[in-house]
């Protein structure tokens, strides 16, 4: 009876090691598997439109700028420049005779069909301390036409070429540059118009891209280096 004790206790000291020779075994081929997978992982066109969309919205729409009240003019902000002019071609504002000795302050006004449209698009409106008010108006928002091509730089890197569109609102198709409203301007104010106050070709040609991207702990996101 001592010696069946003697000889199960012998094997039982044998199989210990045994198993966590075993379970060691297994956690290194566990371990190694889930890296092999997750370095064959790619990033997928869907992840790459996520990103791609969110960095799009994060540029904000085109917008205009614009004060109502007795303007005065200032290195900023000049009620005769082109958008003050095109948006009362456009029927949003109306721009009064200036007033003072020399001609300082210009009353603008907004007209009902403005005040309309300025509420739909949901511009922002500060009252300023001279008493005037200033709107940003959006024009339109990039959104995303396609995901063209993904290339895998690393398992956690990559470029994505992509395409994205204007989408213009009401005023936006006003401002549109290859319209008949910013047409009728001179090729300086058209330029100024393109360059400083939100004038685009809303309905011209895709652009397209290249954005660099990495994956960390909150999966794939534009590369920050």
Do not use: C
């Amino acid at each position: 009876m001592f010696e069946q004790e003697v000889e199960l206790e012998k094997s039982q000291s044998s199989i210990l090691p045994l198993l966590i020779i075993v379970v060691a075994i297994l956690t290194i081929v566990g371990v190694s598997g889930y890296y092999v997978i997750e370095a064959r992982r790619v990033l997928t066109n869907q992840e790459a439109s996520a990103v791609a969309t969110d960095v799009l919205k994060l540029q904000g729409p085109a917008t205009v700028h614009f004060h109502t009240g007795m303007v005065k003019a200032s290195v900023n902000d000049k009620p005769h420049d082109p958008h003050y002019r095109l948006l009362e071609k456009a029927g949003v504002i109306s721009i009064g005779k200036d007033t003072g000795q020399y001609g300082q302050t210009t009353p603008v006004s907004l007209t009902q069909q403005g005040e309309r449209l300025v509420n739909e698009l949901g511009a922002t409106v500060v009252k300023e301390k001279d008493g005037t008010q200033s709107y940003t108006v959006p024009l339109a928002m990039r959104t995303l036409s396609s995901v063209d091509k993904v290339n895998m730089i690393s398992p956690s890197r990559a470029t994505v070429d992509i395409t994205w569109k204007w989408e213009p609102n009401k005023l936006g198709n006003l401002f549109d540059a290859s319209g008949s409203l910013v047409k009728g301007f001179s090729t300086w104010d058209r330029a100024t118009l393109i360059q400083k106050y939100g004038a685009d070709f809303y309905h011209g040609e895709p652009t397209k891209v290249t954005l660099a991207m990495m994956k960390g702990d909150k999966g794939w996101q534009i590369a920050i280096e």
